[in-house]
């Protein structure tokens, strides 16, 4: 049997470059803890970690406008809350107020607090978010209510609040609008209080307007309250969105750690055989190169 000089080397010689590329690229897995270094090293995976790539950045999205609307979902709850307490004070208020035995230096006094209680309200309904807009505004307007000269207090408002994207096709509304919270039926809180501060302010008989301003404040409390239990119902729903991400992420993060990330262990191991074969054939080729033509006959 004949044996080429080319053939003694080239076999040998290409065995060895292959597994000092296989010994290489195990290690730079190894150090990276990536196993695909190049999209044709698994075309199909890799096409995978690229669709599981952009819905992670899809869903990174709709997580920030999630955490966004809870939190001016928060602010919401929080300002009627504030709003409900004022409220409160002003049908005890007014309850006061309605006892025949007061004086009216009495009534004007209350009056005067109820006068206080309508600014604290006005400047609770012009609260602005955290993004700098009113909170109670609806769809656009620099401020949700305005004062006029006589000192009528009107929503400036116009719209509903524009929803938050926080899925495909999906929004939710962060707020809720001013003549919404704060009105009931056709009146609202402002006028309510400031008719009453009125007619404690002139003295004498008080009976109707104080009946009237019982009725105006306890409908403007329960819109508050239908407010308050609207924005924390699209809360609980946030929560639940926000536990689905959550979770979808988790599990396509499972899937690309098994797709992309290198199992330490047997990326050592293969190491190690590839090694192992390496040096069994750089030793059996250099003992065959050592061969002189008379070892050969």
Do not use: C, H
Request: glycine share 10%.
């Amino acid at each position: 049997m004949r044996v080429a000089t080319s053939q003694l080397y080239n076999r040998p010689a290409s065995l060895m470059t292959r597994l000092t590329a296989d010994a290489d690229r195990t290690q730079i897995q190894i150090a990276t803890g990536k196993k695909l270094l190049a999209p044709s090293d698994d075309p199909g995976a890799y096409l995978r970690l690229q669709g599981i790539s952009r819905q992670s950045a899809n869903d990174g999205a709709w997580a920030a406008n999630i955490g966004m609307a809870q939190g001016l979902l928060a602010q919401t709850d929080t300002t009627l809350e504030s709003v409900e307490a004022q409220l409160t004070r002003a049908l005890e208020l007014a309850t006061q107020a309605a006892n025949g035995t007061l004086s009216d230096t009495n009534r004007a006094a209350i009056g005067k607090e109820l006068e206080s209680i309508r600014d604290t309200l006005f400047g609770l309904a012009n609260t602005m978010d955290v993004r700098g807009q009113p909170l109670f505004g609806g769809a656009s307007g620099d401020v949700a209510y305005v004062k006029a000269a006589d000192g009528s207090i009107d929503f400036a408002g116009s719209g509903e609040p524009s929803a938050i994207p926080i899925g495909e096709g999906t929004g939710v509304q962060g707020t809720v609008t001013g003549d919404r919270a704060f009105a009931s039926g056709g009146s609202d809180m402002f006028a309510v209080l400031a008719d009453f501060a009125t007619a404690l302010n002139a003295g004498g008989d008080v009976k109707a307007a104080a009946d009237s301003a019982l009725t105006g404040i306890k409908g403007s409390l329960e819109s508050v309250t239908l407010a308050r239990a609207s924005a924390g119902a699209r809360s609980a729903r946030l929560e639940l969105d926000a536990d689905r991400l959550t979770a979808a992420g988790e599990a396509r993060e499972d899937v690309r750690s098994a797709l992309e990330d290198t199992d330490v262990t047997v990326a050592v191991t293969e190491l190690q055989k590839t090694l192992t074969i390496l040096q069994a054939t750089q030793a059996s080729f250099s003992k065959l190169s050592s061969l002189s033509l008379f070892d050969y006959l």
